[in-house]
């Protein structure tokens, strides 16, 4: 038997991307694949691109197949993790997907699969900026937005494993619709795409940015163009953000209100605009928590960035790996 678990394999499967690593119990990457994704794939093809990224960074790793002891897969929507199945996805339009069987068989390795944003809350309690709190929040903003919930040490998942969806906080009635079907959610207001419309509606309203030449050269606007503009000083683009802020504050105001957490811990790759957003977002806060000590709540970037999701997943094929290897421990008399 195994008396220690060396190395496991993390996924984390975004609207646009998937990455894939082989990890260590001290959250090391040794070995990492990337690959882009055109988004709303068929899920088959899909889970083609994980199996042939895990195969990659098991290769890059230079470690053999008997190393590994498990992969873990974070993916965005509702899951049913006993079961593999991913039940519902707006990020990926995907319904009643089988995700664990299709990896499992063709890796031949025990394979679990949990929401990336849980992921990433593991991650962060793991390796980052959780370890040192029992209690925290995270929020990842990227193509969607997601939330989890560390309470005592442990993740919250909720009765049907979708607790800390604070991307579908209503923040607006009168708000643009959003992928889930509701109107005026966080996510359709702050996410990705979301801050892509907001600087494309204003070019065609005729604002002056730096905006409109970089739409000229690379189409559509997406909102690593909005940060970049900003990293230049450009007004607009700064004044987007603000607004991102903003509306961010109020649904993350709504979670300290309901969760009082230590800490709201930020990943996605929406993330890296902290600078810009973060001060609208936190007096935002500071005038909407109103029944929490002033300032109780630290509000900071993940130290981890867009990796957290990665970590986490690998951090739980770690811990059941682990179970499997204590459950297979002979009994003594």
């Not at 290769?59 to 199945?85: F, Y």
């Not at 163009?225 to 993350?252: N, P, T």
């Not at 309901?258 to 890296?272: A, C, E, F, M």
């Amino acid at each position: 038997m195994q008396t220690e678990v060396p190395h496991v394999i993390g996924i984390d499967l975004g609207g646009y991307h998937v990455s894939a690593a082989v990890v260590n119990p001290e959250g090391h990457l040794i070995g990492i694949s990337e690959r882009t994704v055109e988004r709303f794939r068929p899920p088959a093809e899909v889970l083609a691109i994980l199996v042939s990224a895990a195969r990659e960074a098991l290769e890059r790793s230079g470690l053999g197949h008997e190393a590994i002891r498990g992969i873990g897969v974070g993916l965005p929507g509702t899951l049913r993790p006993t079961e593999g199945l991913c039940l519902f996805s707006t990020i990926l339009n995907w319904q009643d997907v089988q995700i664990r069987d299709p990896i499992q068989e063709a890796l031949g390795l025990p394979t679990c699969i949990l929401n990336n944003v849980h992921a990433t809350a593991v991650g962060e309690l793991s390796f980052g900026a959780g370890k040192d709190v029992d209690n925290f929040a995270c929020v990842s903003i990227g193509t969607g937005i997601g939330g989890g919930v560390i309470i005592g040490g442990e993740i919250y998942r909720g009765d049907s494993d979708s607790a800390g969806e604070v991307g579908h906080i209503t923040v607006d009635p009168d708000g643009p619709e959003c992928v889930c079907g509701n109107q005026g959610c966080l996510e359709a207001l702050t996410a990705g795409p979301a801050i892509a419309r907001m600087a494309a509606e204003s070019l065609k309203l005729g604002a002056q940015s730096l905006l409109t030449d970089m739409a000229a050269q690379s189409q559509p606007i997406r909102a690593e163009h909005v940060f970049r503009a900003a990293r230049e000083g450009d007004a607009l683009a700064i004044k987007i953000w603000e607004k991102v802020g903003r509306y961010l504050g109020l649904g993350i105001a709504t979670l300290i209100t309901l969760v009082n957490p230590r800490r709201v811990i930020l990943g996605g790759r929406v993330s890296q605009a902290f600078e810009f957003f973060g001060p609208s977002l936190k007096e935002e806060v500071r005038r909407r928590a109103r029944v929490v000590p002033r300032d109780f709540t630290e509000i900071l970037p993940s130290p981890l960035g867009a990796r957290a999701s990665l970590l986490g997943s690998a951090a739980t094929a770690l811990a059941e790996a682990r179970c499997r290897e204590v459950a297979t421990v002979p009994k003594t008399v």
